[in-house]
């Protein structure tokens, strides 16, 4: 299976300021007869379901505030929010769906 | 507007079996695969595998021996059957659907999830 490691696992950051989450995947998961990279990211919040940010690594979701992006290739990924707002305080996690178990990060839980 | 609810039992007994069932509305139930993935504070998110409305499944080789995953396009629903189960399969239960038609994809609609605890 492809191990998702994420950090921090908790992050405190001041309204407004900059927040980014790191995940590192234990093998690629660039697909290269497409160049897209299998990996997403996701939001929850207390109970509720985990919600789509990004997929393709980059691509964001619609509706999805575009304080929200997603970088990095290979086995390197990064979430990065602009600007934190108060809604923005939940669990992310990080998924790989390259292979098959699909697998995700262990969560990162960020606060204000 | 594509919903989906899962639905079972909230208590199962050890080395009994697991059945839930999550019904899709809003929307058809072909083209896509559809999940099941489960969330404990133990393992964290976990995907359990899929099934294809063509009646297409892969699972998580971690629990092949013990699950088996249905669909029913007249109800326009799934299922999920883990048997010989143990505490450690106590966990939040959900259903997911990815964005598009296709069987490696992220998954942008999701049940509101169903909590199965595994006590005696």
């Known amino acids: 299976d492809i191990v998702l490691t994420q950090s921090p696992d908790y992050l405190a950051v001041s309204l407004g300021e900059r927040a980014t989450i790191n995940c590192k995947t234990s093998?690629?998961?660039?697909?290269?007869?497409?160049?897209?990279?299998?990996f997403a990211w996701y939001q929850q919040k207390p109970g509720q379901p985990p919600k789509l940010l990004i997929y393709?690594?980059?691509t964001r979701e619609s509706g999805v505030p575009d304080r929200f992006s997603g970088s990095g290739s290979g086995t390197d990924f990064t979430l990065t929010i602009s600007s934190l707002q108060a809604e923005d305080v939940a669990l992310y996690y990080c998924?790989?769906?390259?292979?098959?178990?699909?697998?995700f990060g262990q969560g990162t839980k960020l606060e204000i | 507007q594509v919903q989906l609810q899962e639905s079972g039992p909230g208590l199962v007994k050890p080395s009994e079996t697991l059945s839930l069932t999550c019904t899709v509305s809003?929307?058809?139930?072909?083209?896509?695969?559809w999940s099941w993935i489960r969330q404990s504070p133990e393992k964290g998110l976990e995907w359990i595998g899929f099934?294809?409305?063509?009646?297409?499944?892969d699972y998580n080789p971690s629990l092949k021996s013990r699950v088996t995953i249905s669909v029913d396009m007249s109800k326009k629903q799934l299922s999920l059957i883990l048997s010989s189960v143990t505490a450690a399969d106590t966990a939040v239960y959900y259903c997911?659907?990815?964005?598009?038609?296709?069987?490696?994809?992220?998954?942008?609609?999701w049940g509101q999830g169903t909590l199965v605890t595994v006590s005696s």
């Open positions: 393709w690594a980059s």
């Open positions: 099934i294809h409305y063509s009646g297409r499944t």
């Open positions: 809003g929307g058809s139930i072909s083209s896509y695969f």
């Open positions: 997911a659907r990815p964005y598009d038609v296709g069987d490696d994809l992220a998954y942008d609609i």
């Open positions: 998924q790989q769906y390259h292979d098959r178990p699909h697998t």
């Open positions: 093998q690629s998961v660039l697909y290269s007869p497409d160049n897209k990279n299998y």
